[in-house]
T-cell receptor, first 113, second 114 residues
Framework: GDSVTQMEGPVTLSEEAFLTINCTYT??????LFWYVQYPGEGLQLLLK?????DKGSNKGFEATYRKETTSFHLEKGSVQVSDSAVYFC????????????FGQGTELSVKP | DTEVTQTPKHLVMGMTNKKSLKCEQH?????MYWYKQKAKKPPELMFV???????INESVPSRFSPECPNSSLLNLHLHALQPEDSALYLC?????????????FGSGTRLTVV
């Protein structure tokens, strides 16, 4: 079945460091890909999305590119802030599963001043 | 309005209590979802309503009973819960074409069963 694999955390970075969180997927058909962020004590927020190969999603300085050839959707940010500390979830929906949202395991990011 | 609103934010209940969680959205989304989330784990799908009809029940115990009174409201009725049911319960909604648009999540109800 369809699945998402994320790099394990926790990830600890200093402020202004470069961030990469790896995400790869397995899916039949043509999934849409998402990154969700969950700040402490809150629900999930959609951070960015891409619906077809080579699309780049971006928001709040974060970027991810839909790479069909490597089945990847890695999240990057050039300079993280303390306020970026959160859990990040990579996810996909596939039309052949009725649009069910399938999550990776989540990566906890901690940014130190 | 681009939000999903969940009430209450926190709930403590005994194992013999009956309580309800509420979820509301006014984005015109026709699919609504209940998820259960344990700390730092991904959300687990419980129920899906599509056009106010239950379309998916992920083998959830009968002590959880969903209800969709209209296209904007979703309830989750709780009865005779166990301590292991303590978790964050998230509601979400999406358009009919949910494959591409993504889901909008509420901020959740943090449930503690004592």
């Amino acid at each position: 079945g369809d699945s998402v694999t994320q790099m394990e955390g926790p990830v600890t970075l200093s402020e202004e460091a470069f961030l990469t969180i790896n995400c790869t997927y397995t899916a039949t058909g043509y999934p849409s890909l998402f990154w969700y962020v969950q700040y402490p004590g809150e629900g999930l927020q959609l951070l960015l999305k891409a619906t077809k190969a080579d699309d780049k999603g971006s928001n709040k300085g974060f970027e991810a590119t839909y790479r069909k050839e490597t089945t990847s959707f890695h999240l990057e940010k050039g300079s993280v802030q303390v306020s970026d500390s959160a859990v990040y979830f990579c996810a996909l929906t596939a039309g052949n599963q009725g649009g069910k949202l399938i999550f990776g395991q989540g990566t906890e990011l901690s940014v130190k001043p | 309005d681009t939000e999903v609103t969940q009430t209450p934010k926190h709930l403590v209940m005994g194992m013999t209590n009956k309580k309800s969680l509420k979820c509301e959205q006014h984005m015109g989304h026709r699919a609504m979802y209940w998820y259960k989330q344990k700390a730092k784990k991904p959300p687990e799908l419980m129920f899906v309503y599509s056009y106010e009809k239950l379309s998916i029940n992920e083998s959830v115990p009968s002590r959880f009973s969903p209800e969709c009174p209209n296209s904007s409201l979703l309830n989750l009725h709780l009865h005779a819960l166990q301590p292991e049911d303590s978790a964050l319960y998230l509601c979400a909604s999406s358009r009919e074409d949910r494959a591409g648009g993504g889901y909008t999540f509420g901020s959740g109800t943090r449930l503690t069963v004592v």
